[in-house]
């Protein structure tokens, strides 16, 4: 079946450092592909997300490149702060409608 | 405000006593579906609909219960609670029939069954 794997947490850097979180995925035909964050004691939101191969989803800073060739959507920011802490997922919609989730990624940013 | 509103936030309860979360979107949205979500294992889909009085089994739908006779409301009933599930449960909407919706989360219902 179509699953998401990302890299597993926590992931500790220091504020202005260069963040990559990596997700994969498999998937038939083209599903859309999204990352969520979830700030402590919230809900997930919507980040950012890409719809078909080589878009670019962007958001506050943060970027994903949907690489069809390689079932990638990594997740990358240039300049991370303490308040980018989060819990990140990644995720895809399906041909069936269907959203999977990736376990999430833990982040946290020192000051 | 667009949003899904999930009741209660919080909520200990006993083994065996049947109790009611309730989920409401604003959004206009025929998808929703229910997840929890526990440590190590990210979020499970629980239950989902994808409109009124449409409703299908998730991955986890063992011990529960879900209706949707109204377009903007789709609660999550337990029967019976027991420890296991014991959980941070979510419920989100989005528009259907299309691949490039997210979902609008609402903001969690922490549950303890003792």
């Known amino acids: 079946g179509d699953s998401v794997t990302q890299m597993e947490g926590p992931v500790t850097l220091s504020e202005e450092a260069f963040l990559t979180i990596n997700c994969t995925y498999t998937?038939?035909?083209?599903?859309?592909l999204f990352w969520y964050v979830q700030y402590p004691g919230e809900g997930l939101q919507l980040l950012l997300k890409a719809t078909k191969a080589d878009d670019k989803g962007s958001n506050k800073g943060f970027e994903a490149t949907y690489r069809k060739e390689t079932t990638s959507f990594h997740l990358e920011k240039g300049s991370v702060q303490v308040s980018d802490s989060a819990v990140y997922f990644c995720a895809l919609r399906n041909r069936d409608d269907k959203i999977i989730f990736g376990k999430g990624t833990r982040l946290h940013i020192l000051p | 405000e667009a949003q899904v509103t999930q009741n209660p936030r919080y909520l200990i309860t006993v083994t065996g006593k049947k109790l009611t979360v309730t989920c409401s979107q604003n959004m206009n949205h025929e998808y929703m579906s229910w997840y929890r979500q526990d440590p190590g294992l990210g979020l499970r889909q629980i239950y989902y609909?994808?409109?009124?009085?449409?409703?299908d089994k998730g991955d986890v739908p063992e011990g529960y219960k879900v209706s949707r006779k109204e377009k903007r409301n789709f609660p999550l009933i337990l029967e019976s609670p027991s420890p296991n599930q014991t959980s941070l449960y979510f419920c989100a909407s989005s528009f259907a029939g299309g691949v490039w919706y997210g979902y609008t989360f609402g903001s969690g219902t922490r549950l303890t069954v003792v």
């Open positions: 609909s994808m409109n009124v009085e449409v409703t």
């Open positions: 998937a038939t035909g083209y599903p859309s």
